[in-house]
């Protein structure tokens, strides 16, 4: 099928064509599901999915963000869950990754003369996203007893593959590995989560 101009403004949510179709210049409004298309120009508002996948990798599909001033503190040698950092995505193609952005400001307290750890992670529901190994991997923050609290800038940017189309709660974690010792996040700043969609 071939197309000099073609323009949908109508009010459907989803247009499906059958290819090949060749096209000057396209302009739609909703969404365009194509087997395959030559084109020159194309304008689509909503999304553009070829085969069922996002045309473009790297692109941000959607995005979500939250942020607390609420400082949790843990003595735990476990990773505890900060209140405040948790959302929940969906991702809409299975084959989509979630990019995880964590920043806020960390202090750890030493119960003794001693140099003192802190750690941060980021889990999926029920899974921590650094490795079977958390301590080793999660970000640490080192203080000594003498510059008690010890604080510093936390960061953490991984990427994440569900693979799948449900419903994942992102939440940062926190930890002392030192029995005694503790830990606090985000102290006396804003702690930033934000998640972001990227199209394969």
């Given at each position: 099928?071939?197309?000099?101009?073609?323009?949908?403004?109508?009010?459907?949510?989803?247009?499906?064509?059958?290819?090949?179709?060749?096209?000057?210049?396209?302009?739609?409004?909703?969404?365009?599901?194509?087997?395959?298309?030559?084109?020159?120009?194309?304008?689509?508002?909503?999304?553009?999915?070829?085969?069922?996948?996002?045309?473009?990798?790297?692109?941000i599909i959607q995005s979500k963000i939250v942020l607390s001033t609420?400082?949790?503190?843990?003595?735990?040698?476990?990773?505890?869950?900060?209140?405040?950092?948790?959302?929940?995505?969906?991702?809409?193609?299975?084959?989509?990754?979630?990019?995880?952005?964590?920043?806020?400001?960390?202090?750890?307290f030493p119960l003794v003369d001693i140099t003192s750890f802190g750690?941060?992670?980021?889990?999926?529901?029920?899974?921590?996203?650094?490795?079977?190994?958390a301590f080793a991997s999660a970000l640490g923050h080192n203080s000594?007893?003498?510059?008690?609290?010890?604080?510093?800038?936390?960061?953490?940017?991984?990427?994440?593959?569900?693979?799948?189309?449900?419903?994942?709660?992102?939440?940062?974690?926190?930890?002392?590995?030192?029995?005694?010792?503790?830990?606090?996040?985000?102290?006396?700043?804003?702690?930033?989560?934000?998640?972001?969609?990227?199209?394969?």
């Amino acid at each position: 099928m071939a197309i000099g101009l073609f323009i949908c403004t109508s009010g459907m949510s989803v247009m499906n064509l059958s290819g090949p179709i060749t096209a000057n210049n396209v302009t739609v409004t909703g969404g365009v599901n194509v087997s395959s298309m030559t084109t020159s120009s194309l304008t689509v508002t909503n999304q553009f999915i070829v085969n069922s996948v996002y045309s473009i990798p790297g692109t941000i599909i959607q995005s979500k963000i939250v942020l607390s001033t609420n400082t949790l503190t843990s003595a735990t040698t476990t990773f505890y869950p900060v209140d405040g950092l948790s959302q929940s995505i969906t991702l809409s193609h299975s084959n989509n990754k979630i990019r995880i952005s964590l920043s806020g400001t960390m202090a750890s307290f030493p119960l003794v003369d001693i140099t003192s750890f802190g750690y941060l992670t980021i889990f999926r529901d029920s899974t921590s996203l650094t490795s079977s190994d958390a301590f080793a991997s999660a970000l640490g923050h080192n203080s000594s007893f003498v510059d008690n609290p010890g604080i510093g800038s936390a960061g953490i940017v991984i990427e994440d593959s569900p693979g799948d189309t449900q419903s994942h709660t992102y939440q940062a974690f926190i930890s002392s590995p030192l029995l005694g010792d503790a830990v606090a996040f985000p102290y006396k700043s804003t702690g930033v989560l934000l998640l972001e969609e990227v199209s394969d």
